[in-house]
């Protein structure tokens, strides 16, 4: 028998609806929030989902993909995907069309994590090129890639190219087993580095801005009526672990630096001294002529926020010299 607060595949119903239901089914849970892709929308304590809420305008017409974008530490939604595949733990998901006028959410019913796969792969390749779609890379920088995925017809299915920095497919009561993919499949180390060290450099730079609040070197304090940043946070020691990331992403690894110097200090051509905090330049006379004069000046002084730098630092510097 069927009770009024069922959640049935196919079924279409507001997030109100939806929330009642699921608070009535599982009264020992916190309601629902739809604030994200996932609820609870962040959760870097643990790895729980009780629901997805995915957009077709974020996550295209294939209502059995999910296009990863912006994850950081709060969000952790790799590890929380991961933990899922593993365990294969149901969830609730829900899904809206482009179309929908009324914001009705599209019951999917009870689902599961089947793989997670990296877009650059020749499986994401393969498991679209399968239904007709495209994912075709747009640009790419150091830190990013941007995506632009085309339906059978060649249109967009996003407004603009976006990050993607992993998928995930589903298994939905509504949607046959998924083909020209591995059930099981995780993402491999470069997916897994790019996602966790950009959570870790915002963890990173908050640790050190709150330490800091300014230049290091000439007290110049961090300014928001820039669109660009005038002081920005940076490694003294930038040696990698063995999987590829920063071996030591700690505040005290780090300083807080106008632009301008910060690039000097990164390319070792100024530097601090360990034991007196004064501003050092290259010993190379032919180096030192390539320096502004501007810049000289500052030989010699002792950095104007040196009192605030703690021992665990002033011992990076003094190794790094």
């Known amino acids: 028998m069927r009770f009024n607060y069922d959640l049935l595949p196919g079924e279409r119903l507001t997030f109100d609806e939806i929330a009642l239901r699921y608070a009535q089914q599982h009264p020992e849970e916190k309601a629902l929030t739809v604030r994200g892709l996932l609820s609870p929308s ?21 209502e059995d993909l999910l296009f990863i974008s912006d994850d950081n530490e709060r969000k952790n939604y790799l590890r929380r995907f991961e933990h899922y595949l593993k365990s294969q733990q149901p969830f609730a998901y829900f899904r ?46 150091e830190d990013d890639a941007y995506w ?21 497919v589903l298994s939905t009561p509504l949607h046959k087993a998924p083909t020209a993919v591995m059930a099981g499949m995780e993402v491999g180390r470069r997916v897994k580095t790019r996602v966790f ?8 730079l908050a640790a050190v801005k709150a330490r800091y609040g300014g230049c290091v070197m000439t007290g110049t304090r961090l ?21 590829g990331s920063l071996a030591d992403n700690s505040a ?8 301008d110097l ?6 070792k051509l100024i530097s601090i001294d360990g034991e007196s905090g004064q501003i050092r330049f290259h010993p190379d006379a032919e180096t030192r002529q390539s320096i502004s004069p501007y810049y000289q000046a500052l030989e010699g002084q002792v950095c104007a926020l040196w009192d605030q730098v703690p021992p665990a630092t002033r011992q ?4 790094s010299a």
Do not use: K
């Open 252 to 259: 005290d690894n780090g300083l807080f630096l106008r632009s």
């Open 223 to 243: 300014t928001d009526r820039h669109s660009w940043p005038w002081v920005e946070a940076c490694h003294i020691d930038t040696r990698e672990n063995e999987e």
């Open 42 to 62: 962040t959760s870097y304590r643990t790895l729980r989902i009780r629901a997805v809420f995915a957009s077709e305008e974020s996550n295209s017409p294939l």
């Open 197 to 204: 060290q950009r959570a870790s450099q915002a963890e990173f």
């Open 316 to 319: 990076r510097l003094r190794v």
């Open 148 to 168: 632009q995925l085309f339906d059978p017809q060649s249109h967009p299915c996003f407004p603009l190219s976006r990050r993607i920095q992993f998928m995930v």
């Open 262 to 267: 910060q690039r000097l200090f990164i390319n």
């Open 96 to 141: 809206r069309s482009e179309a929908s006028r009324d914001a009705l959410w599209q019951v999917m019913g009870d689902s599961r994590v089947y793989a997670m796969i990296d877009p650059h792969s020749a499986t994401a390749q393969n498991l679209l090129a399968s239904r007709g779609y495209q994912l075709v890379l747009m640009r790419e920088d």
